[in-house]
């Protein structure tokens, strides 16, 4: 039979171990609306100013994901593209509304917080991307899509994948 005290040892380093390795990763997920982007060759991407890197790098990682599907960026295309690149920290959410409805009404959030773990070993940030594909001759909405994901820091690789993942939501291809 084996010891009380070893095994309780053993319980604990196990449990010690399984909780330092936790992580505040959470995937990128995508959440979108609309049908896929018709067959077209050339698409008006908004301008980012250079002033804000992370939007300019969205709005470049954008570019270079439709070039990749041969798909060209030209002001006068027939096709707009509207983007936003919002990160935050993961612990606070995102309300639609006002929110004055008062502490006891329920929450319609856009993205909800995310409570801190004990074990967490960072402060969590979240990225939230949203692309909106518009018909320049009608106003109408192609496709809306947002993607979010949770990690310790986010950079340029990061901001890539999400407009990868946007981009082959909006045309629904894989990603590459």
């Not at 070893?6 to 609309?34: D, H, N, Q, W």
């Not at 939007?55 to 570019?63: G, M, T, V």
């Given at each position: 039979?084996?010891?009380?005290?070893?095994?309780?040892?053993?319980?604990?380093?196990?449990?010690a171990?399984?909780?330092?390795?936790?992580?505040v990763?959470?995937?990128?997920?995508?959440?979108?609306?609309?049908?896929?982007?018709?067959?077209?060759?050339?698409i008006?991407?908004?301008?980012?100013?250079?002033?804000?890197?992370?939007?300019?790098?969205?709005?470049?990682?954008?570019?270079?994901?439709?070039?990749?599907r041969?798909?060209?960026?030209?002001?006068?295309?027939?096709t707009?593209?509207?983007?936003?690149?919002?990160?935050?920290?993961a612990?606070?959410?995102?309300?639609?509304?006002?929110?004055?409805?008062?502490?006891?009404a329920e929450?319609?959030?856009?993205?909800?917080?995310?409570?801190?773990?004990?074990?967490?070993?960072?402060?969590?940030?979240?990225?939230?991307?949203?692309?909106?594909?518009?018909?320049?001759?009608?106003?109408?909405?192609?496709?809306?899509?947002?993607?979010?994901?949770t990690?310790?820091?986010?950079?340029?690789?990061?901001?890539?994948?999400?407009?990868?993942?946007?981009?082959?939501?909006a045309?629904?291809?894989?990603?590459?």
């Amino acid at each position: 039979m084996p010891h009380p005290r070893r095994t309780a040892a053993l319980t604990l380093g196990l449990l010690a171990a399984g909780l330092s390795a936790c992580s505040v990763s959470s995937p990128l997920t995508i959440a979108s609306s609309g049908a896929a982007l018709a067959e077209t060759r050339a698409i008006a991407i908004e301008e980012a100013d250079r002033a804000y890197t992370t939007r300019s790098q969205f709005a470049d990682a954008l570019s270079a994901a439709f070039a990749q599907r041969a798909i060209a960026a030209d002001p006068e295309a027939r096709t707009l593209a509207d983007f936003s690149l919002a990160m935050r920290d993961a612990e606070q959410g995102v309300l639609r509304g006002n929110g004055s409805e008062g502490e006891d009404a329920e929450q319609d959030w856009i993205a909800a917080p995310r409570k801190a773990r004990r074990f967490d070993e960072c402060e969590a940030k979240q990225l939230r991307g949203t692309l909106v594909l518009l018909d320049r001759a009608t106003g109408k909405v192609i496709y809306r899509g947002s993607g979010e994901a949770t990690e310790c820091q986010f950079g340029e690789a990061q901001i890539a994948a999400l407009a990868e993942r946007l981009v082959a939501d909006a045309l629904r291809t894989e990603a590459d």
